[in-house]
């Protein structure tokens, strides 16, 4: 930690205590500033180090895994301390917001030089510039390019008990709110997936809601209640945005309001007064949107597996965007599909154009390769926080906006751009090329990351700028010059000048020669002003100057390229809003020509979305599995049928032995609504649906010990929110309800869902079970049709076909399954013996009573028993032909067929 110890040694700055007992000023400065930010670990600056302190060292230095040491004493113990250096704390920072922990990250406010004009002991100035929490990061090396950083507020009405949530990306941008409700609010939630999550204290001390809140990955932020007050964040809305009424962005509710108010507060507290560039909020009405809930949203792996990996999800298949903009746009499209299907339509519209135009699809995909992230370096900028990079970077996407623009206008195929096309090249359209011009005229080649290290204006942008610099530069040759005449005046050849922070620029010669620049006529020239080992140092009054003047050059062209720097930025900042629209714009058009391009790999087809409860779809696939047989090239996917429209079976009923593919029928059919309706072509050969309200999906299980949740609770806590929420216009998928429990249990659960579906959702249903028992259903309900997997038997073997036909399975061939997993081959053949006797006994079950109870067992027809090879060869012997000799062989043929030795 030299740095610090630098800094401490130079002006004084101790940590401890001074003589008196009491704090140096050093720690009753940073005892102050923790004071004003509990809850958060504080970085505070020295010199080249943050340096942390007391408890907050302890857990650094545990989370970070380095060095905990000790300085100074503070009320007679030593002083626990740990530091990280400055130019790698982000590496640091990354490490503890992934942990959790929140940072206050403490500047030094002035140069060391001007605390000590005011004294020896004086302590810079010193505050804390911003709070990094998991929610309000900006940083690229600290963000997924990928994936939005939403901050996410929610708040409650006291008066009408409405619910409310705001979302808020500060990286880009993007600001939204939504009115909400216990019922919906985890679903909602788990769309958004935000970093982080901030409510009144008021509202947390309520269980049911902090239950709806917990999720890993996400810290819940208390605020204090009067930080949500409707009136209060009215006006700060109004303040932000420079409007005098909000009616411009939408009719906000009071608790929608409240909540953006919320969210507003805790960005600028967190930034320590800087507001970021944010867009105007924009109102998302929960009902435009498909509702999918957690659950869900899990299992069907939309955007990350069940192990939580983006590789094997929807999203890894689909997301073939250029830009990480465009990445951002497909996500957040595919996490929040669409329920109107002129909506849908204007999304489908521009991918279908670049299906169709593969010219011009290639043409922008090339265009966009070397597009920027304009949206996250526009925010650093308006934050302050942005560098020459940054600059370069919208320097760049001004440019290429414009090529864009040019491109998309020179395209005639059917008939000109659609829609949403249109809009998107009339805004790019916009592109600010003086702007750009301007930036790549003052912007050199390789630029630094941060703008306080100098270096990044081109040459002959600034002549009062290149006059420092050559002052500053030139003194190369000065200093070569000077060295040699030294070294002629001196005769001693091994003379050198050199520099460092402390004695300016210097001679140094070794010291065994240096008694020739002591002599009476050397020493007016060459004075003595340090010895070292080996070496003694001297200046001369014109090093001295000519050190001045290099000091005054250099610091004079650094000022010089920051004021270039802040005028620059300044002129960005006034179009932020126009570059926050093409930036936009450009993601848009990523996303379209990247679902075009993945729809031209994969044979996808445009589906037709309206406003009936109609589904039909053609030769469907399920994409994730499709993709990974063509990656691999291990074989084709089995295409199937869907066919359960409301107006005639609006439930499939799918039977089917394990590993034919009942789970991934359903699966496919799920995914297959949500590409539709995110405005992406779908895996088949036709498709066409009423828009889907809610998606339910209740198909594999796992308990829950943390809630103290078994498997069977959890599929049961699953189906009942599918019972109690889905409409005419939703679809389930329900995968093995009942299973869990006892068989005739289970059967009556399964039995009662199934009605319940059909009578009082009246909703389009996929449903597998390996109840046979349910079949008989469809003679009963009218809506109701059955289904099976084909399979093959040949040999003894069972051949799965993956083939959805109509019809009912006879069988689950479990104990095949079983065989084909390995299971010995006494097991097998004891599970076979076991299962005959249990089908023979099962066929005289309802005499046992349960038939008055629940007559639908009644119903059931027993299954036949399986014929033995000895009831077969007994079949095929006529007795009364039989000599004694071949009576007897038949004997021990038949001992041989049942697996007994002759004696």
């Known amino acids: 930690m030299q740095g610090a110890v630098n800094e401490m040694d130079h002006m004084g700055e101790g940590v401890g205590e001074e003589s008196s007992g009491r704090a140096t000023p050093v720690m009753a400065q940073f005892l102050v500033l923790k004071q004003a930010n509990p809850g958060s670990l504080l970085f505070f600056r020295m010199g080249d180090f943050y340096e942390l302190f007391f408890e907050d060292a302890e857990v650094a230095a545990k989370a970070l895994g380095i060095t905990l040491t000790k300085r100074g004493k503070h009320l007679g113990e030593d002083i626990p301390m740990c530091g990280v250096p400055v130019h790698a704390a982000d590496a640091y920072l990354q490490k503890l917001i992934r942990m959790g922990h929140r940072v206050a990250v403490c500047e030094q406010l002035e140069d060391p030089a001007e605390a000590r004009k005011r004294g020896s002991k004086a302590v810079v100035k010193r505050d804390v510039v911003r709070l990094v929490t998991p929610g309000t990061l900006t940083e690229d090396n600290l963000l997924d390019s990928r994936t939005h950083n939403f901050l996410a507020s929610v708040t409650r009405s006291k008066a009408t008990g409405e619910m409310a949530i705001a979302w808020a990306d500060i990286s880009s941008g993007e600001l939204a709110v939504m009115q909400t409700s216990a019922a919906r609010l985890s679903a909602d939630l788990t769309r958004l997936d935000p970093r982080e999550i901030i409510a009144a204290d008021g509202l947390l001390a309520d269980p049911a809601v902090m239950n709806l809140l917990d999720r890993p990955g996400a810290p819940v932020t208390p605020l204090p209640s009067v930080r949500f007050d409707s009136l209060a964040a009215e006006r700060r809305l109004q303040d932000q945005f420079d409007v005098k009424a909000l009616d411009g962005f939408g009719s906000f509710s009071r608790a929608e309001v409240s ?19 944010l ?55 595919l996490s929040t599909p669409l329920c109107d299907p002129y909506a849908i339509a204007n999304r489908l519209d521009e991918v ?50 414009g090529h864009l623009a040019h491109r998309l206008g020179a395209s005639t195929t059917i008939g000109g751009l659609p829609e949403n096309l249109d809009k998107t090249c009339e805004t790019l359209s916009w592109s600010d090329l003086d702007l750009a011009q301007e930036l790549d005229a003052a912007l050199d080649i390789d630029l630094p990351v941060f703008a306080r290290d100098g270096g990044f204006v081109k040459q002959g942008y600034s002549t009062d700028l290149d006059g420092n610099r050559s002052l500053r530069d030139e003194t190369r040759h000065v200093i070569a010059g000077l060295q040699t005449r030294y070294c002629e005046i001196s005769g001693i050849k091994s003379l050198k000048v050199k520099h ?266 996929l449903f597998a079970t390996h109840y046979h028992e349910l079949t008989q259903l469809a003679a009963k309900l009218p809506h109701l049709a059955n289904a099976t997997m084909k399979v093959k038997e040949w040999q003894d073997q069972i051949i799965f076909l993956h083939e959805v036909v109509a019809g009912v399975a006879n069988r689950s061939y479990g104990i095949h399954v079983a065989q084909i997993a390995g299971l010995p081959p006494a097991v097998i053949r004891r599970a076979q013996t076991v299962l005959e006797r249990l089908e023979h006994e099962g066929s005289k079950a309802p005499a046992s009573g349960l038939a008055g109870d629940l007559p639908l067992f009644s119903a059931v027809p027993a299954p036949p028993a399986k014929e033995s090879a000895v009831e077969k060869k007994l079949a095929q012997v006529a007795a009364d032909d039989l000599s004694p000799r071949d009576a007897l062989a038949l004997v021990y043929e038949l001992k041989g067929l049942l697996g007994v030795r002759p004696s």
């Open 279 to 333: 867009r105007p909020p924009r109102r998302e009405v929960a009902s435009s949107v498909l509702l999918i809930d957690p659950a869900t949203r899990a299992n069907l792996e939309l955007t990350r597996t069940l192990a939580g990996d983006r590789r094997g999800s929807l999203l890894s298949v689909i997301d073939l965007a250029i830009t990480a903009a465009g990445s951002r746009c497909i996500a957040a499209r």
């Open 500 to 765: 460092n922070n402390v004695l300016g620029y210097f001679i140094e010669a070794p010291a065994t020669s240096a008694t020739a620049l002591q002599t009476p006529d050397k020493e007016a020239l060459f004075i003595h002003r340090q010895t070292v080992a080996n070496a003694m140092r001297f200046v001369t009054a014109e090093l001295a100057s000519l050190d001045q003047r290099i000091a005054a050059a250099a610091e004079k062209a650094l000022a010089l390229e920051q004021e270039i720097f802040q005028s620059l930025c300044a002129r960005v900042t006034a179009r932020r809003d126009l570059f926050s629209k093409i930036a936009d714009a450009a993601a848009q058009l990523d996303a379209a020509s990247a679902l075009a391009e993945v729809a031209e790999r994969r044979r996808y087809v445009r589906p037709r979305v309206d406003g009936s409860t109609r589904f039909t779809v053609r030769g469907g696939r399920h994409p994730v599995v499709e993709a990974a047989l063509q990656d691999q090239a291990s074989g084709s996917f089995v295409a199937n049928d869907c066919e359960i429209s409301g107006e005639a079976k609006r439930l499939c009923l799918l039977t089917g032995p394990n590993m034919a593919g009942k789970s991934t029928y359903l699966r496919q059919n799920a995914l297959i609504v949500i590409l539709a309706q995110m405005g992406s072509f779908v895996p088949a050969a036709e498709a066409h649906f009423g828009a889907v309200d809610r998606l339910f999906s209740r198909v594999g299980a796992a308990d829950d010990l943390a809630r103290g949740r078994s498997t069977f609770m959890v599929e049961m806590v699953e189906t009942a929110a599918i019972l109690n929420q889905a409409t005419e216009k939703s679809f389930v998928i329900l995968d093995e309800i009942g299973r869990g429990t006892a068989t005739y249990d289970g059967l009556s659960i399964a039995w009662a869902t199934l009605e319940h579906l059909h009578g009082v959702n009246r909703c389009r249903a």
């Open 352 to 401: 279908a154009h670049f299906v169709t135009d593969a010219s011009l699809r290639e043409d922008v995909r090339k265009l966009l390769a070397a597009m920027p992230d304009l949206e996250r370096a526009l925010g650093r900028i308006a934050i302050g926080r942005g560098g020459p990079r940054d600059l370069a970077s919208i320097r760049d996407a001004l440019m290429i906006a």
């Open 259 to 277: 909540a953006l108010g919320g969210l507003l507060e805790y960005i600028v507290i967190t930034q320590a007064g800087k507001v970021p560039h």
